[in-house]
């Protein structure tokens, strides 16, 4: 697979006069070594292939640190570094593209409630240190579209359903301040979630599918790195019912 079309490339200057040279290659214009996964992503991995076969694997099907470094005897903090290598170089998003309606929501993630008896009952509880996610998912292309929203989310919000949705398509909603005025541009009802929960359930099962997949997998993960968990979370929801092998994530070595 790095030899594409029988030839290798050097990554330095492009040229193909290469030669080999003690398990390397040597580049004959600019004399420059490298080695076979110069040209991809898998260019600074010191593990063996196999064991990073296996760790890839142990990613896809959502293994957690925790068990990954167990049966692969490694180290934690490896496990989490090459996890991140995973998560930067597979996770694709793709362009959101709606039928119809869709259903808009914003849930709380990152670290998880602290105190939660002294705070059990209430109607407030703290959320500072928790990451606004704000999610849309169409009910009919069952497609899940996330950002994390950092400060002022009812301007950010409405700004993201105006730039990724158009208005032919029917915007539901919670009586959620976020979401006043959306119906300016957009067709949009807002209604409670007690009384309208058919126009709510696809959203809140999502939220509560990447929560469970976020616990088992990482427990929690801090705001720094909110949008490259979210993202990972989405990609993994959009393509979960796909049959993920290790070797076809292998092969796309640009
Ligand atoms: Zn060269």
Redesign the pocket.
């Known amino acids: 697979m790095a030899f594409k079309n029988g030839r290798l490339k ?1 990554p ?2 492009r ?1 193909f006069r290469v030669r080999t040279i003690e398990k390397r290659y040597y ?1 004959l ?2 004399r ?1 070594k490298f080695s076979l996964y110069s040209n991809s992503w898998l260019k600074h991995i010191k593990l063996p292939l196999e064991g990073f076969a296996a760790l890839l694997e142990c990613w896809l099907e959502g293994a957690s640190v925790a068990d990954a470094s167990n049966h692969l005897k490694l180290s934690r903090p490896t496990v989490y570094r090459y996890y991140r290598l995973f998560r930067l170089n597979i996770v694709k998003s793709a362009d959101f593209k709606p039928r119809n309606s869709i259903q808009v929501d914003e849930a709380y993630f990152g670290r998880f409630k602290k105190q939660a008896n002294y705070y059990h009952g209430r109607m407030t509880y703290r959320v500072q240190d928790k990451t606004c996610v704000f999610g849309m998912i169409c009910p009919e292309t069952k497609q899940l579209f996330t950002r994390v929203v950092q400060a002022k989310p009812g301007a950010t919000i409405k700004q993201i359903i105006r730039e990724q949705v158009s208005t032919a398509i029917t915007v539901y909603s919670d009586k959620s301040y976020y979401y006043k005025y959306l119906d300016k541009t957009h067709r949009h009802y807002a209604m409670s979630h007690d009384y309208g929960f058919e126009y709510s359930q696809y959203i809140e099962a999502c939220w509560s599918w990447m929560k469970r997949k976020l616990f088992k997998q990482y427990h929690h993960f801090t705001r720094k790195y909110a949008s490259e968990y979210v993202q990972e979370l989405t990609w993994r929801f959009n393509t979960r019912k796909d049959v993920k092998n290790p070797l076809d994530y292998l092969t796309k070595l640009t």
Do not use: I, R, V
Request: proline letters at 0%; one cysteine or more; a positive charge.
């Open positions: 050097c330095h200057c040229c580049c214009k600019c420059k």
